[in-house]
């Protein structure tokens, strides 16, 4: 898996203070998408080990204290992405008590594979589908347009 950007303290990109991650690859191509260069999945950098560690470490790093984790991007359920994504859903599960986990996919919930949703049972937040500029709304609080559904699921 490859990612573009990652912030170790982000007030933006979902509720309270959070460590935001922006993943490589996406198949939807959205028309008006924001983030079109992450659509390739070679584009940005390799995710390495190292990285995956300093987000756990983050995570758990007393001083500035963050309420969990954004994985946006591109899609982190990209078929590329999802092994290297559920390893880190599941490492944040049993060493980052109580942080929670929110994902952006542009796919729908019910149309997800077994691999995506052995993630997807591990998040507390999945806001699912494709950004549709028709229903574009500056006035929606965590998504794009309003075709998109914040799925509180834990
Ligand atoms: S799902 Fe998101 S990243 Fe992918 S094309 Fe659509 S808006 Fe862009």
Redesign the pocket.
Known sequence: MNFHQYYPVDIVNGPGTRCTLFVSG?????P?????S??RVNSGQPFTTEMEQRIIDDLNDTRVKRQGISL????PLHPQNVPEILRLVQRIRTECAGKDIWV???YKLDELNDAQREVVDLVNVLID???VQDLKDPMLIWR?SSNQVVHHLR
């Open positions: 996406c198949i939807h191509e959205c008006g998408c924001y983030n079109k992450t659509w946006s991007g591109g899609d952006w996919t542009g589908g494709k950004f794009g």
